[in-house]
């Protein structure tokens, strides 16, 4: 009779999960508070509600304005006078949204943005439908039953289908879910078994949008040698679209991205990939698909950096792009830079940020922004020839 002994250690295990699922969220200071809140919220690209609302009751206690351009990207402005700095971060995350319903009451998807096929099935969604959240999964096809010659194949995303356990499309329907909803990942934010790494959906962007909002609570009350417009854009993942729009508006003189990296310190062996590693220190981009950094203004970040003490990586990704790229040829052109705090795992449901990382990325931020004044911005907007 060994099972009942075996049952109760189950259930006394079963419950100290429980109870360090709960550890892991609770007594979390205010800045893993936001990044928890914003990681959680879902807000696909062009459904960037949810994060919108956060960021503009963040932003409004330190914004002397908030504006709105037309794609629904939040600007919100701090100085007076001086260069127009721009600062953009991109509320939108990796999802998807209801194509059809088919007449069994499965549910077949259009991603948006970059997903890799594996990263599909098996996993939980939440569809955003008309009478509040829907959980879904996409399920797998079982190995008792799939071929030998098919188990070890990437499964077609032509093949995915959501289950949301209706067995018909009026069923479907009566659970609030129509064509076009939007759908994302269902992955809760997490500390990590007592480590500085948080556990979570969306840090590509929600990290740069924490980013933004700790910025502006840091420079409150100071005086501002220039004007800073924060930026959270939309529809970043889906071409850049809404810092386009936000471009438009601001006119920078100067832009600067906040983005999440892709670190190499997972899969060795791919050194050219990317260098970046999670906890080595906030880091920028010398190359990628959409635009090159400005090299005075990589100088300028690099010379901060060392002033502070605080390490600085580089990378160079090539299949990436960011909204730097929007607001470098903007207008007659802006001075820009992508810069990035580590993440494993980005554009999938589990990533992982690191909390050192986040903080020496605002405290690098909030300093360069002091010290970008009229004359230090017509230094890096100077393209004549050395003398
Ligand atoms: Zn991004």
């Avoid at 005086?223 to 800073?228: A, D, V």
């Avoid at 899969?267 to 906030?282: N, R, T, V």
Wanted: aromatic fraction near 6%.
């Amino acid at each position: 009779m060994q099972k009942p002994i075996y049952y109760l250690a189950l259930f006394l295990s079963c419950l100290s999960c429980l109870a360090q699922t709960k550890t892991a969220t609770t007594g979390l200071d205010p800045t893993a508070q936001l990044l928890k809140q914003l990681a959680n919220a879902p807000a696909p690209s062009g459904y960037e509600e949810a994060v919108r609302a956060i960021m503009v009751s963040k932003m409004k206690p330190y914004a002397a304005s908030i504006q709105f351009d037309g794609l629904g990207s939040v600007i919100a402005k701090m100085g007076t006078t001086g260069p127009r700095i721009m600062i953009d971060a991109h509320m939108d995350e990796l999802g998807g949204m209801v194509r059809r319903i088919t007449p069994q009451g499965f549910l077949t998807m259009q991603m948006l943005g970059g997903w890799l096929n594996q990263a599909l099935v098996d996993q939980r969604w939440v569809i955003l439908g008309s009478k509040g959240p829907v959980l879904a999964v996409t399920g797998i096809r079982d190995i008792h039953v799939i071929p030998l010659a098919e188990r070890n194949k990437v499964y077609p995303r032509d093949s995915l289908y959501l289950d949301i356990g209706a067995k018909s499309v009026a069923e479907a329907a009566a659970m609030g879910v129509e064509p076009g909803d939007p759908i994302v990942p269902d992955s809760p934010f997490a500390v990590m078994n007592g480590t500085d790494n948080y556990l979570g959906k969306a840090w590509d962007d929600r990290v740069g949008c924490a980013i933004l909002i700790e910025a502006m609570q840091r420079l409150a009350g100071s005086h501002l040698p220039n004007q800073l417009f924060f930026v959270a854009s939309t529809q970043e993942e889906i071409g850049m679209r809404g810092a386009h729009t936000a471009s438009a508006v601001v006119n920078p003189d100067i832009g600067i991205a906040l983005e999440a990296g892709v670190t190499g310190d997972v899969f060795s062996g791919h050194p050219e990939e990317s260098q970046i590693k999670l906890g080595a220190g906030p880091g920028y981009f010398l190359y990628d698909a959409s635009d090159l950094p400005n090299r005075k203004l990589v100088q300028f970040f690099r010379q901060t950096a060392t002033a502070k003490n605080i390490p600085l990586q580089y990378d160079l990704v090539t299949g990436y792009g960011d909204d730097a790229s929007a607001m470098q040829s903007s207008g007659r052109g802006a001075p820009s830079i992508n810069l990035v705090v580590p993440v494993r795992y980005t554009h999938a449901h589990n990533g992982i940020m690191n909390r050192r990382d986040f903080d020496q990325m605002v405290d690098l931020l909030v300093s360069v922004l002091q010290h970008l004044d009229e004359q230090e911005v017509k230094s890096l907007r100077d393209f004549s020839p050395a003398q």
